[in-house]
């Protein structure tokens, strides 16, 4: 089976918008084992469209038309596609009624222009839409099946994992189940983490491996097919054992989880409650860990010491210190760890201080950075790193790092080196 | 002209790798005053990407080719070019005298493989690539020009900005001048905007007018094309003038910078420091300001009081004040902002303190937020928003608004509604 994406929309040529959906679209194809082959993104022009559906036609199997299904005139991609392919569009009675009830809820009338986003293939089906007006619809003709998804991405995501890939899954096998297993990776590059487990990516067949960069960290995704569920976790465990063997101490998550939800729920299961002193990170580590719903359980605060006389005035490093050591070393990291976790009470601090850059100070290295952490009872330790990249990644990287000794803090109740 | 972006790499049709060329390309061709009409992704297989070779050529006047550029045998754009085209590839000593000298820095020799990235289109020009050691190529045959550019992204933006953007302005028209003004918007949604400056959007002509929405703000881009510069300073005049009328109060930048280059360029300016007491916010704001390089001079660090123990710890807020009036009040966010800029004797400090979500405490709704501003000398002045969006959009936002809040009030001396 081969597949091709088409996103449909003046905003993506001229543009105006970002297209994420065949980015998305692709991975999720990969997972399912369907090569995708092209993307291609249009306008709202009936011919232009209609001549990118006819190449589609010719060369693809599967076929994803995002976009372009709203209820204004400019919204043209199941008129055009019916055309195409000369099938008819009918109105659907359940696609009305989910319509009237959105309408109701808004307390307004349907408006005309909406009623055509209740008309469907004929010979085709429909996707519940969860999030708006428009269904999903799926209609086949000479053995290319096609996907037509509403554009706005929070209508698109949810209809995809709750309907198209299930309905993909039926299409691609009727018995197959397909299991995604994502574990999050940090601390080391994706092109290493490939290379570590380069024979197993070669020599792969069910489950396939991939993995994916992030803004931070990397993606390690096994997709399993199996005729259940049991079947699944068996194909999983030997090679899930032999990653883990190679690659396991990169890893913070099984699951597709990020690093301060990871650190949340650690430090939430144990009851204790963390505060952070930063220097050259200027308060994201302590921004990170409270993006999570209920972080106000497990965070109690922190300190942005950004200056020399700020070290000192609120986090009590001794000038002496400062002036024989500077800022950026083992023995300020260590001060402002242990000072800010007695001023703040909490079970944990950590402390970050480096060079972000864009030029060296203290005589020392752009991307060097010292991470201290502190724990009530045990004995105070302090890591350093040295980081490569622009200022902004160097920040984002480091109070990353600091995040996942935390987290490999309390998983192993010890460090790492 | 009509122009389509091509963007060539197996890991974009694979979901690897989110295709951003496209999207830029296309902002700057409509800056240019040129339509693109399509958006096409195909991997790395030469026969696939003949197909899509030919189909532009027969469509469009002006094709970008991106990626495939590279020295390995993966990298085909410019071998299937030029076979397509039937056009001859010559080994260019400029290229190659690049090459030789980036591997001299590097103390390496030449990989063998390299070599090929030397060559050029004999009929074609090249632009240097200051970035890594693909040049950029051009070729025109049968009245269609193709630009070849690398495909990363550090290679591919300064390459288009140095070399391709005065190219095609002379490809356009020898005369020609054209120039942008970016302004920055906050505080106003990109419709917003655009509906307030709905009839100069509609009958633009010469200065045209586009608004581009960002994960934070809405860029406002005016482009004239004038004879010369003093011409298209004259075209801009009256156009800008009457935006102002309009929306003047919610411009931050007539540049293309973030709200924070503003502030730090503002604080340095005048020589003032800041602080941050954050609630809501966890560190955010501070940290934005310290993406800035140089920011040391103004930023002198903040305090992330998240829970009440700590606010009234760290930041003196009276435990009255929290339990007649609660931590997300007026009160409080007076109180942070004093006593924040006398704990780090700056000359301003900002508060922020607020219902993030994702559910409502205090009785208070989600995206309630208080800012406090208190400034040296003048009485402290706290700011009441309601903002919408996620627990994640609701920080951002907030932590954007404290640093717009402290603009205007460095930039009028006092203080906006």
């Known amino acids: 089976m081969r597949a091709e994406i088409i996103t449909v929309g003046t905003e993506l040529v001229s ?14 194809c990969y997972t399912l084992g369907v090569p995708v082959y092209f993307h291609t993104s249009v306008g709202d022009n009936d011919k232009q469209l209609m001549d990118v559906i006819r190449l589609a036609h010719s060369r693809s199997d599967l076929v994803f038309l995002c976009g372009g299904l709203g209820p204004t005139e400019d919204d043209l991609t199941k008129e055009v596609l019916a055309e195409f392919l000369a099938e008819e569009l009918i109105l659907d009675p359940k696609a009305l009624d989910h319509l009237k009830q959105i309408f109701i809820h808004r ?16 010979n085709g089906t429909l996707f519940h839409n969860l999030h708006g007006t428009a269904p999903g619809l799926t209609v086949t003709k000479d053995q290319v099946t096609y996907i037509l998804l509403p554009g706005p991405p929070r209508e698109l995501k949810p209809m995809f994992e709750a309907s ?34 380069n024979d197993l990516i070669q020599n792969q067949s069910n489950p396939t491996i991939a993995t994916y960069a992030k803004d931070v960290g990397v ?5 399993a097919y199996a005729t259940d569920e049991e079947e699944a976790e068996r194909l999983f465990a030997p090679l899930e054992e032999e990653v ?18 990871v650190v949340f729920g650690l430090l939430s299961q144990q009851n204790k409650t963390v505060a952070f002193a930063e220097s050259c990170t200027g308060g994201l580590a302590t921004h990170l860990l409270t993006t999570v719903p209920g972080s106000s359980k497990v965070v109690k605060g922190g300190l942005v010491c950004y200056t020399n006389e700020i070290k000192t005035l609120m986090a009590n490093v001794p000038e002496d210190t400062l002036n024989k050591y500077g800022s950026v070393s083992f023995e ?12 703040f009470t909490t079970d ?8 972000a850059g864009p030029s060296a100070t203290e005589g020392k290295p752009i991307g060097l950075i010292w991470i201290g952490l502190a724990e009530r009872g045990k004995v105070t330790r302090v ?11 160097i920040q984002l990287l480091a109070a990353n790092y600091a995040l996942f000794i935390l987290q490999q803090r309390i998983k192993k109740g010890e460090l790492m080196q």
Chains 1, 2 share one sequence.
Do not use: W
């Open 383 to 393: 890591y350093q790193l040295q980081l490569k990249g622009s200022r902004k990644r």
């Open 164 to 197: 198209v890939r299930p309905f993909l899954m039926r299409l691609l096998s009727q018995k197959s189940v397909i299991r995604l297993k994502d574990y999050g990776f940090f601390g080391i590059g994706e092109s290493s983490l490939a290379e570590k487990l």
């Open 15 to 28: 543009g105006q918008t970002l297209d994420r959906h065949s980015y998305y679209l692709s991975q999720e």
């Open 219 to 223: 993606i390690l995704r096994l997709t």
């Open 348 to 355: 944990y601090a950590l402390s970050i201080t480096g060079i």
């Open 107 to 122: 307390l307004e009338e349907i408006p005309s222009n909406n009623y055509k986003q209740a008309y469907v293939f004929k």
């Open 332 to 343: 300020t990291a260590k001060y402002l760890a242990d000072n800010t976790r007695q001023q």
């Open 244 to 261: 883990f063997r190679r690659v396991g101490s990169y890893c913070y998550s099984k699951q597709n989880e990020s690093l301060e939800e």
